[in-house]
């Protein structure tokens, strides 16, 4: 019963969604405001433009440049179109692909929906889109790194089809992957204000399948998802993949799927890690947060290396009498640094000690006069 319920909200709201843009199909076509076209189904949009782009069925490329307005919708009909709305860009109405596989980039504002229609729909929300994303029919993608909806409404649909949903950053109202096998993926530093939803599910291989993924570190969150994940990983018929979990006071309820995947990375010290100190040679405390010590902590000769959870490696020496705790050398990440180049703080605060990168993630630590008092693996 609660499958079905959950079915038809889904439904009603997708239902909602396609209204819309039967209305917008009805507004006469073909009219390209006052967006340019050059060369032919290469349409670019600066300014603000009154009413409608409709375009002529053909595979066209959108670009509602950056700070450009179109008070109307954007509905290029059929074929396999491109719609991209820039950074600062606003589109007071809709997106709507229409037949066709569709690609929809949004990095701007979307005031009404972004809906796919028909087609395998790719669907990505940088920006905001303030009633909802649709993929309606076919196998769609839609990825969400920016904010969906106002309030506490604002759904992401996947519609029919087997779909593919990401969630990385803010969706007001809920997610529904609708009709058959999809895959939604929640990051677990997201925000979903409503609820997850599979709906029905195909059987054809995995049934609707829920990741949550990045990093936390709330192990007895990612504990309470394992622990439902033993007793619903079971089949893949029965929708028994359901209930609540949270990551750090971020709380996610979810229903209807079949398999619960823990893609987490957990790191080590809790939500709020403590940090320890280190003392600097004129007395100004560096902080290294505690939760990077274990187990990343090396240590080689009067040298201590950690591995933030942000990629960075920090160097601290000097531990001794003067400098009981250390102070920190300096600060690189792997990926930035070359081998033979020497690198320090250009910190006056700081002893002038410096790293030199040598092969195979080796670092010598050298002190003012040159000396090398450490050779580490990093
Ligand atoms: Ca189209
Ligand atoms: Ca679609
Ligand atoms: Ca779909
Ligand atoms: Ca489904």
């Known amino acids: 019963m609660k499958h079905i319920l959950n079915e038809l909200r889904a439904f009603i709201a997708l239902i909602t969604m396609l209204t819309t843009g039967l209305l917008l199909l009805a507004s006469p076509p073909p009219t390209h405001a006052q967006c340019v076209e050059n060369p032919a189904d290469t349409i670019t949009c600066t300014g603000t433009q009154a009413g409608n782009f409709v375009g002529d069925g053909n595979n066209e490329t959108v670009t509602v440049?950056?700070?450009?307005?179109?008070?109307?919708?954007?509905?290029?009909?059929?074929?396999n179109d491109t719609v991209t709305v820039e950074q600062d860009a606003t589109v007071e109405n809709n997106i709507n692909g229409w037949t066709g596989d569709d690609e929809i980039i949004n990095d701007g504002t979307v005031v009404n929906v972004i809906l796919g229609a028909e087609g395998d729909d790719e669907i990505t929300n940088n920006g905001s889109v303030q009633n909802g994303i649709g993929g309606d029919d076919n196998n769609d993608t839609i990825v969400n790194n920016g904010e969906v909806g106002t309030g506490n409404s604002g759904n992401v649909g996947g519609g029919a089809g087997?779909?593919?949903?990401?969630?990385?950053?803010?969706?007001?109202?809920?997610?529904?992957?609708?009709?058959?096998?999809?895959?939604?993926?929640?990051?677990?530093?997201?925000?979903?204000?409503?609820?997850?939803?599979?709906?029905?599910?195909?059987?054809?291989?995995?049934?609707?399948?829920?990741?949550?993924?990045?990093?936390?570190?709330?192990?007895?969150?990612?504990?309470?998802?394992?622990?439902?994940?033993?007793?619903?990983?079971?089949?893949?018929?029965?929708g028994d993949c359901a209930g609540m979990v949270s990551f750090c006071g971020n709380t996610f309820t979810f229903n209807s799927f079949e398999q619960l995947v823990n893609a987490i990375t957990l790191t080590p010290g809790g939500c709020n890690p403590v940090e320890a100190t280190v003392i600097t040679d004129d007395g100004q405390q560096a902080t290294i947060p505690l939760s990077n010590t274990t187990p990343n902590e090396i240590i080689c000769e009067n040298v201590k290396l950690f591995q933030t959870p942000d990629g960075f490696v920090q160097v601290y020496s000097g531990f001794g009498d003067a400098f009981p705790n250390g102070f920190l050398v300096s600060v690189f990440k792997p990926s930035d640094v070359q081998v033979g180049d020497t690198y320090n703080l250009e910190d006056p605060n700081t002893p002038a000690w410096s790293v030199n990168i040598l092969a195979g993630n080796m670092l010598n630590v050298l002190n003012e006069a040159n000396t090398i008092v450490g050779t580490c693996r990093y």
């Not at 950056?66 to 059929?78: F, R, V």
């Not at 997201?190 to 990741?211: A, K, M, P």
Request: hydrophobic share 30%; net charge negative.
């Open 65 to 79: 440049e950056d700070n450009a307005t179109i008070q109307g919708s954007i509905n290029p009909l059929g074929g």
């Open 162 to 238: 087997n779909d593919d949903i990401t969630n990385n950053g803010t969706v007001r109202g809920n997610i529904f992957g609708g009709s058959g096998d999809d895959n939604v993926t929640i990051n677990v530093n997201s925000t979903v204000g409503g609820t997850i939803e599979g709906g029905f599910q195909d059987n054809t291989v995995n049934g609707d399948v829920l990741t949550f993924n990045n990093s936390t570190g709330d192990a007895d969150g990612v504990a309470a998802l394992d622990a439902i994940a033993a007793t619903c990983n079971v089949t893949t018929t029965n």
